[in-house]
């Protein structure tokens, strides 16, 4: 064999093996560098580590990374973000449709129609498809069973003279199904806005969000209280001396949608979280959490009423967006 031909087979040989090592150094540092996805919820941590576990169950290479708060933290949080530079999330899991209106109607969501709402009935779905609800959360009247012996079936038990300074509720300040819950029940005939100020002169407490309710009536400090219907059954089950009941007049239900955040450049394992969220599988585990899903197909867990057990009181969510802030200034005079 002639040295050229040689030098010409020495030559190739080098530039194979360049290339080879170039790709595997492409391969693991593309997964070193790909940056995570993150999250911004309200929900509990223990539901959101249980959700991650699972997603990263099937989706390994994906990580994603969580900031918890309660709704409207996390929404001042975004719209600081906005107008400071990007917004650093990718995702958004908070409690009700009104919010992500709010956060639509300022440029906040990208739209996305995951291939999973084929199973997700439409009244769930935005319309433009900028979000997509993900469970159905409904506030029930929660009471000590310690205290309570006759179970309560109206909103109207917290202005009851009975109830006198026993009565304790989330801020709609800081809890978006509270906020939600304010602007349907200042709206729904027979409560309206009467109700809340009979609420105050009835010496209902107000706290932060529903776990500051959970605490306040299972520790027998107060006897009521209105919360989301799977932190009361939860806290049942734990052995807490607490039952619930819902209202005859209807419940307020808010749907913990899921949104992409509009940004530069969309990240296509952000879209595989939302996907993973509708699935079969992301709705199961929902179930298994203790919610009731928004899928067809899947049952309610044992405790809690389906979608189509409730009585939903509702309104227009678009209204609702636009005077959510008036209703959370009213509710600051009232309660003082």
Not at 3 to 14: A, E, F, H, P, S
Request: proline share 4%; hydrophobic share 40%.
């Amino acid at each position: 064999m002639s040295w050229m031909k040689k030098c010409r087979m020495k030559k190739t040989g080098n530039l194979l093996s360049i290339c080879v090592i170039a790709g595997i150094f492409s391969v693991f540092c593309g997964a070193a560098w790909a940056a995570p996805v993150v999250l911004y919820t309200s929900q509990p941590d223990e539901d959101v580590e249980g959700l991650l576990q699972a997603f990263n169950a099937k989706h390994s290479g994906v990580e994603v990374k969580f900031f918890r708060s309660g709704t409207e933290e996390v929404v001042s949080k975004v719209m600081a973000e906005k107008m400071t530079g990007e917004i650093q999330a990718d995702v958004l899991l908070l409690a009700d449709s009104v919010t992500f209106d709010v956060l639509k109607s300022a440029g906040v969501l990208e739209p996305y129609r995951s291939p999973e709402l084929a199973e997700i009935p439409p009244s769930f779905v935005d319309k433009d498809g900028m979000y997509c609800g993900t469970k159905v959360l409904a506030t029930v009247l929660l009471f000590n069973s310690d205290k309570v012996k006759t179970l309560p079936d109206s909103w109207k038990i917290m202005t009851d003279p009975a109830a006198k300074n026993d009565g304790f509720i989330a801020s709609p300040l800081y809890s978006g199904a509270a906020a939600y819950q304010l602007g349907v029940l200042a709206r729904t005939e027979g409560i309206g806005w009467a109700y809340y100020e009979g609420l105050k002169a009835n010496g209902v407490s107000v706290g932060k969000g529903n776990g500051g309710v959970i605490t306040a009536v299972a520790g027998g400090e107060k006897a009521y209280g209105l919360v989301v219907d799977y932190m009361a059954l939860r806290a049942k089950l734990k052995g807490s001396p607490l039952d619930f009941a819902y209202p005859k007049e209807g419940v307020t239900v808010v749907t913990e949608p899921v949104a992409l955040v509009k940004k530069e450049s969309s990240k296509a394992d952000a879209r595989l979280f939302v996907d993973f969220v509708l699935s079969e599988e992301g709705q199961k585990l929902v179930s298994s959490q203790g919610y009731t899903p928004v899928r067809k197909g899947i049952a309610a867990p044992q405790g809690l009423k389906s979608v189509d057990e409730l009585k939903i009181l509702d309104f227009d969510p678009a209204l609702l967006a636009r005077e959510r802030e008036q209703d959370k200034k009213k509710f600051v005079e009232i309660f003082q």
